[in-house]
């Protein structure tokens, strides 16, 4: 971002024209990072400092990257490719498994687990009743944000699953009206699951609690 702006939005060796896009994008991701750090430490379920906290953070810092990356390459590509996606599994289990065992919490990653096989299983089931609407892709990454939804609570995966279609059918419903699409248009999904992962993580618990109140559950 520095060198984009000493160099003057050009390339050192041919002068040629930078997209502004890169210096944004970098800027954006930061301070995305600051926000997520910021959340995780003040976060109720743990203390500042601890092995716990250092992995969860670790954990969301690295599906922050991974959310920013993916969401650009689905709008530009509409693709999810899987050597992104898949490694995100592995990782996932890796910090989040740290973080259970540092914290001694193995139910929150057992949820995780669950959170996993719950998503994945809606969009496998949406992929194959509606080949054309949903991609094997947005299935597979549908699980890693199932981890780490579920990994919060049911609140967290609840709000981030059901958001992710509301998002995505405002943008679409937007659309239409604007006229810039038809009802057999594809638009890219991905985006609007991980927009939908992240008012989750950091909404889920409080819009669930309210959601419950309102019904006279909780």
């Not at 906290?53 to 969401?71: E, G, P, R």
Request: aromatic share 14%; net charge neutral.
């Amino acid at each position: 971002m520095l060198s984009w702006v000493l160099l003057r939005g050009r390339c050192r060796d041919c002068a040629a024209s930078i997209s502004a896009r890169y210096p944004l994008v970098e800027l954006g991701t930061a301070l995305f990072f600051v926000l997520v750090a910021s959340h995780f430490f003040s976060a109720p379920f743990d203390i500042p400092g601890t092995g716990a906290t250092v992995f969860t953070i670790l954990a969301y810092l690295y599906l922050a990257a991974v959310s920013v990356t993916l969401a650009l390459i689905d709008v530009d590509t509409h693709t999810l490719p899987n050597r992104i996606v898949l490694p995100s599994y592995l990782v996932g289990f890796g910090l989040l498994g740290g973080a259970a065992f540092a914290g001694g919490d193995a139910s929150a990653l057992i949820r995780g687990i669950l959170g996993l096989g719950i998503l994945w299983a809606i969009y496998l089931g949406l992929a194959l009743l509606y080949p054309g609407g949903m991609g094997f892709g947005d299935v597979k990454l549908a699980g890693v944000l199932g981890l780490f939804l579920g990994y919060l609570g049911w609140g967290e995966l609840i709000v981030g699953g059901f958001a992710a279609f509301l998002l995505g059918g405002i943008y679409g419903l937007g659309l239409l009206l604007a006229e810039r699409a038809s009802r057999k248009s594809g638009i890219p999904f991905g985006p609007w699951m991980l927009g939908g992962a992240w008012v989750g993580i950091f909404f889920g618990d409080q819009l669930w609690e309210g959601y419950l109140s309102l019904l006279g559950v909780a």
